[in-house]
């Protein structure tokens, strides 16, 4: 199992980044994906969900109007977007893997591994 | 929103050492508490699920406790390469992590 972030980003402010995700190694439509970012020298904050099987998604009310995550089933990727970008979203972001879907529900018990290797996003002037 | 404590901030110990470290949160998450390890520059790691499961593959001297609104995460014999921060996280009411706790060795 194995998650692979796209590279490093350097943006101006009011700007948007996309970064990617790319699953290997189980059967990526059962699972749900996490984006959590690290500022530096900060704790660790969830950012939001989307069930890579039916597309469904929640957002952190912290980043909701600013952030979308979306997935692509055929290329195994999920892609977390954010818009406006302020000098405060200078974090490494990561995706992470979460609960376990069927077809009619997710697994109860949630808990993120593995974790992308992380995307340094710097938003700069 | 539920918050996350942790206690204490750093530390330091010795090869061979107990640790515990504590976690606290500010509403009863029944067991739905997990531990993460992140050494420098790399990203977490889970430990421990559910508040005292082990994930597989991980050392069995590392071990958590707890339920409702305390927590508690055991290093039974410290190791160089448990050098890292240690983060637990809540998931009763969507997620939130501790603020870390990093681990020295002397």
């Known amino acids: 199992v194995q998650l692979v972030q796209s590279g490093a980003e350097v943006k101006r402010p009011g700007a948007s980044v996309k970064v990617s995700c790319k699953a290997s190694?189980?059967?990526?439509?059962?699972?749900?994906i996490h984006w959590v970012r690290q500022a530096p020298g900060q704790r660790l904050e969830w950012m939001g969900w989307?069930?890579?099987?039916?597309?469904?998604?929640k957002y952190s009310q912290k980043f909701q109007g600013r952030v979308t995550i979306t997935r692509d089933t055929s290329a195994t990727t999920a892609y977390m977007e954010l818009s406006s970008l302020r000098s405060e979203d200078t974090a490494v972001y990561y995706c992470t893997r979460g609960q376990y879907c069927t077809t009619f529900n997710c697994y109860l018990g949630i808990w993120f591994g593995p974790w992308g290797q992380g995307t340094l996003v710097t938003v700069s002037s | 929103d539920i918050q996350m404590t942790q206690s204490p901030s750093s530390l330091s110990a010795s090869v061979g050492d107990r640790v515990t470290i504590t976690c606290q949160a500010s509403?009863?998450?029944?067991?739905?508490l997990n531990w993460y390890q992140q050494r420098p520059g790399r990203a977490p790691k889970l430990l421990i699920y559910?508040?005292?499961n082990l994930e597989a593959g991980v050392p069995s001297r590392f071990s958590g406790r707890g339920s409702g609104t305390d927590f508690t995460f055991t290093i039974s014999s410290l190791q160089p390469e448990d050098k890292a921060t240690y983060y637990c996280q809540q998931y009763e009411d969507l997620f939130t992590f501790g603020p870390g706790t990093t681990v020295d060795i002397k």
């Open positions: 509403h009863d998450i029944n067991n739905r």
């Open positions: 190694g189980y059967s990526f439509r059962n699972y749900v």
């Open positions: 989307i069930n890579a099987g039916n597309g469904d998604t």
């Open positions: 559910d508040a005292s």
